[in-house]
């Protein structure tokens, strides 16, 4: 990675083992593209719900040659998101989909 990763933390707690997952599936996209120009990761629970908790969100922006790629998943009405871990998941799981098409529509160039 050519420039460090930034997590951040909105309306939670800063967490070790969050963190460590981040950067677990941070190192296996890179494997697609070590050529990152920045890395940010925010981690949010926006709402607290009396009746469903926490819907947290994953959104990471990430700069590679040739794009800015924002990815911000939705689990529409699921309550997927309640776990933390599932959020962080699907976000890396869109952002590899996302990095993937990039870099396959610049081999077709």
Known sequence: MTHPMTINFRNIGPSDA????????ADKLQRL?????SFEV????????????NQF?????????????VISHDPGNSDAHDDIYVAIRDAFR???????????SKQHR
């Open 94 to 104: 869109a952002a590899r989909r996302r990095l993937t098409h990039h870099i396959e």
């Open 18 to 25: 969050v963190e460590a997952e981040i950067r677990r599936r």
């Open 42 to 53: 925010t981690v949010e629970a926006p709402h607290t719900n009396q009746t469903k908790g």
């Open 57 to 69: 969100q994953v959104h990471i922006d990430m700069k590679v040659p040739g794009a800015h790629l």
């Open 33 to 37: 593209n070590d050529h990152w120009q």
